[in-house]
Structures are given as structure tokens and as C-alpha cells.
T-cell receptor, first 111, second 112 residues
Framework: GENVEQHPSTLSVQEGDSAVIKCTYS??????FPWYKQELGKGPQLIIDIRSNVGEKKDQRIAVTLNKTAKHFSLHITETQPEDSAVYFC??????????FGAGTRLTVKP | DGGITQSPKYLFRKEGQNVTLSCEQN?????MYWYRQDPGQGLRLIYY???????QKGDIAEGYSVSREKKESFPLTVTSAQKNPTAFYLC???????????FGSGTQLSVL
């Protein structure tokens, strides 16, 4: 089955800097890769997703890139703000197969 | 407002007791899911349901049971057979299965 590894487990950046979180997956047939943001005491919220037929997707300050050959995808947050502080999860799935989540990255943005 | 509601927010279980966690959605989603989250770990799938009256086991279904009698509702029962139930439980729903999951705000279950 699919296995998703996520790095780093913790990340601390200064406000205004960029943050990058990386995930690798094992199943080459995986074709959908979402990213979720979880604030303390709340459920995860979908922030961006990408399909395997696209190499990059951007939404304001966040972007996701996908390298199918290397089987890895990354979340990029530019101009970080304190409200970006949260735990971020990547996930991977293929049609009719359950979604596998990474272990999460705790991002802290220092003002 | 459309959304997915989990209750209660906090729940305590005595040894040997079964407890039921509620999950209700008014998003008209077909698929619903239950995940377990332990500190410092990713989400692990307990059960999921694609349609009413049908559900499938996930990786860690032992000690849990579910029902899907209505499209809007997917309750999870943590049975006494689950020896380590302390965790944060998340319910989710989606239009199509395994895409764009919407999560509830979770239930923290602890053992007395």
C-alpha cells in the first residue's frame, strides 16, 4: 500500500520568510495530493491540492509542486505570517484507494 | 451554514464501557470517514462509508464499530475491546470518495 513520509517534523521561520515542507510517496499510481492545515484543537482544513497531470499549482502565498519521477511533492509558503503557524499534513491517494497522510509538520512563524 | 459537526468535543470512557461519537453533515456528501489522531502522528483510517448502509474497514478498525443508516450521519462506537482508546477522533466527508475531505472539529476521548 501507499506510504507517505513528511519532512521536517518541526519548522521554525521568521515572519516574512518562506517555508517549505516536503513529502515523498511510494505508490507510483497515486494521482491526487492534498495539503491540510490543522490549528490547535481543530480539524484539518484543505488548503491546496494537486493532481498528477499538473506539475505546480499556486494560490496566493501558497504553492504546491509535484515531481512524479522522484515521487515527491512540496508545499511552499511565501511571506509567512504568524497566523500560518499550525500543523501541516500532506496526503496521497489514487482512485478508489484510501488516502494516506504524512505524520505532519509543526510550523512556527516568529513575529 | 453547511458543515460537519462532531459531538461531544470531550468524552471520557470508563473501563469496560462502550461510547459513541456523533458525526453529522449537511453538505449532501456521499462519503464519510473516521480517523484517529495520536500526538505527533498522522491520521489513521478507522472506517469509511461511500453510501448509505455500506461501510469499509480501515487500517485500525479493531475495537470500533460504525453504522450508516442516514446519508447525514456516521456515528462511531468505541467498544470495550479497544484497549487504548485515548486519542483525538476526526470525522470527515466528501462528494467523491477520497477527494477534498472536509473535517469536523474533532472529539477528544480520554479514559478515566
Amino acid at each position: 500500500g501507499e506510504n507517505v513520509e513528511q519532512h521536517p517534523s518541526t519548522l521554525s521561520v521568521q515572519e516574512g520568510d518562506s517555508a517549505v515542507i516536503k513529502c515523498t510517496y511510494s505508490d507510483s499510481a497515486s494521482n491526487y495530493f492534498p495539503w491540510y492545515k490543522q490549528e490547535l484543537g481543530k480539524g484539518p482544513q484543505l488548503i491546496i491540492d494537486i493532481r498528477s497531470n499538473v506539475g505546480e499549482k499556486k494560490d496566493q502565498r501558497i504553492a504546491v509542486t509535484l515531481n512524479k519521477t522522484a515521487k515527491h511533492f512540496s508545499l511552499h509558503i511565501t511571506e509567512t505570517q504568524p497566523e500560518d503557524s499550525a500543523v501541516y499534513f500532506c496526503a496521497a491517494t489514487r482512485s478508489n484507494n484510501d488516502m494516506r497522510f504524512g505524520a505532519g509538520t509543526r510550523l512556527t512563524v516568529k513575529p | 451554514d453547511g458543515g460537519i459537526t462532531q459531538s461531544p468535543k470531550y468524552l471520557f470512557r470508563k473501563e469496560g464501557q462502550n461510547v459513541t461519537l456523533s458525526c453529522e453533515q449537511n453538505l449532501n456528501h456521499d462519503a464519510m470517514y473516521w480517523y484517529r489522531q495520536d500526538p505527533g502522528q498522522g491520521l489513521r483510517l478507522i472506517y469509511y462509508s461511500q453510501i448509505v448502509n455500506d461501510f469499509q474497514k480501515g487500517d485500525i478498525a479493531e475495537g470500533y464499530s460504525v453504522s450508516r443508516e442516514k446519508k447525514e450521519s456516521f456515528p462511531l462506537t468505541v467498544t470495550s475491546a479497544q484497549k487504548n482508546p485515548t486519542a483525538f477522533y476526526l470525522c470527515a466527508s466528501s462528494w467523491g470518495v477520497w477527494e477534498k475531505l472536509f473535517f469536523g472539529s474533532g472529539t477528544q476521548l480520554s479514559v478515566l
